[in-house]
């Protein structure tokens, strides 16, 4: 059973959380026209957002409040299937910072991009 998250711009894309906790999310995206960019291929923004979200859900899915302050990808190929699969991992911290690994995939296993980012604890919920 997934959870649509609650951000509209996610909602929008029809982004589905498949999972979530403080240590792993994962967010899936079925592809659809308005994805796609001049060249038929998934518009990189699309990407991005889908490894955004999955980021922003793992780090949210604790006690604390945490927003993003620092994010990279890196594009390694194209899309070949239909569905887009990002799994965000925590892979350090502080007391203050979360720091998350989010792999996108499609769901024939394409390696489509790699997103590294840090967020910051703003306070208690």
Do not use: W
Not at 27 to 52: M, Y
Not at 60 to 68: P, Q, T
């Amino acid at each position: 059973m997934s959870e649509q998250y609650l951000d509209p711009f996610a909602q929008f894309l029809g982004i589905d959380i498949t999972f979530k906790s403080f240590e792993k999310s994962i967010a899936e995206l079925s592809i659809q026209p308005q994805h796609l960019n001049v060249l038929g291929t998934v518009h990189g923004a699309v990407i991005f957002a889908i490894a955004d979200a999955s980021f922003a859900r793992a780090c949210n899915a604790g006690e604390d409040l945490f927003i993003g302050m620092q994010t990279e990808i890196r594009y390694m190929g194209q899309v070949k299937g239909k569905r887009l699969i990002a799994t965000a991992k925590l892979i350090g911290g502080s007391k203050k910072l979360a720091h998350y690994q989010v792999e996108i995939s499609d769901e024939l296993g394409s390696n489509v991009a790699f997103f590294t980012a840090t967020a910051f604890k703003l306070e208690k919920r």
